[in-house]
């Protein structure tokens, strides 16, 4: 079982920055996707940004052009990092990974991102 613990978030002013981490307790190099979801108080969970299976990134269109997410198979630890953060970004961040061709899902506590105006 893959365990997965974020880290990097707290609170910003609007404008700032945050780096979320997720480490794994495995190597990343096996895992199908990996990804970022949040979820906003009163408001469904959805994903943010992703590294899919190809390699290729995703990101939800309200983060495209302020977030990039990367990797580092050294570290088993993948990121998401945010710019130009907006109070509408508030929410849990938590990131999820596929393994096994997409059979199996886990997921991490998450990491709360607070941004002030």
């Known amino acids: 079982q893959v365990q997965l613990v974020e880290s990097g978030g707290g609170t910003v002013q609007s404008g700032g920055s945050l780096r979320l981490s997720c480490a794994a307790s495995e190597t990343i190099a096996n895992f199908y996707t990996m990804a970022w979801y949040r979820q906003a108080p009163g408001k469904e969970r959805e994903m943010v940004a992703a590294?899919?299976?190809?390699?290729?990134?995703y990101y939800i269109a309200s983060l495209r052009g302020r977030s990039t997410v990367s990797s580092d198979d050294s570290k088993n630890t993948f990121y998401l990092q945010m710019d130009n953060l907006k109070p509408e970004d508030t929410a849990v961040y938590s990131c999820?990974?596929?393994?096994?061709?997409?059979?199996?899902?886990?997921w991490g506590q998450g990491t709360q991102v607070t941004v002030s105006s």
């Open positions: 590294i899919t299976s190809s390699g290729s990134p």
């Open positions: 999820e990974v596929l393994v096994d061709f997409g059979e199996h899902r886990y």
